[in-house]
Nanobody, 122 residues
């Protein structure tokens, strides 16, 4: 079975940088499309970023575009989310997810990690 495990979340001050990691195991066949979502109180689950199978196409939500970068190392079965210039509005539980097709819709993602907490103070 496919398993995704996120790591890297912690409490930081505004303006700081963090790198989240998601390690995938149990997959057979070609790589999944990978995405990052986040959940903050009262906001629902929000799309953050996605990257296609080859890594040559990326999509970002408008609030994080220019600040966050999604990347992947297929040899290590790992996807990253580099977060820069963090602001309090970025505070959320961040989830890694895998999909057969690139999408911004959480319903299209087949597998999910358990999440990692990112807290950004003023």
């Amino acid at each position: 079975q496919v398993k995704l495990v996120e790591s890297g979340g912690r409490s930081v001050q505004g303006g700081a940088s963090l790198r989240l990691s998601c390690v995938e195991s149990g997959r057979t066949g070609s790589p999944f499309v990978m995405g990052w979502f986040r959940q903050a109180p009262g906001k629902g689950r929000e799309f953050v970023a996605a990257i296609n199978r080859s890594g040559n196409t990326r999509e970002y939500a408008y609030p994080v575009k220019g600040r966050f970068t999604i990347s992947r190392d297929k040899a290590k079965n790992t996807v990253y989310l580099e977060m820069n210039l963090l602001i309090p509005e970025d505070t959320a539980v961040y989830y890694c997810a895998a999909s057969a097709f690139i999408s911004r819709d959480s319903a299209e993602f087949l597998y999910w990690g358990q999440g990692t907490q990112v807290t950004v103070s003023s």
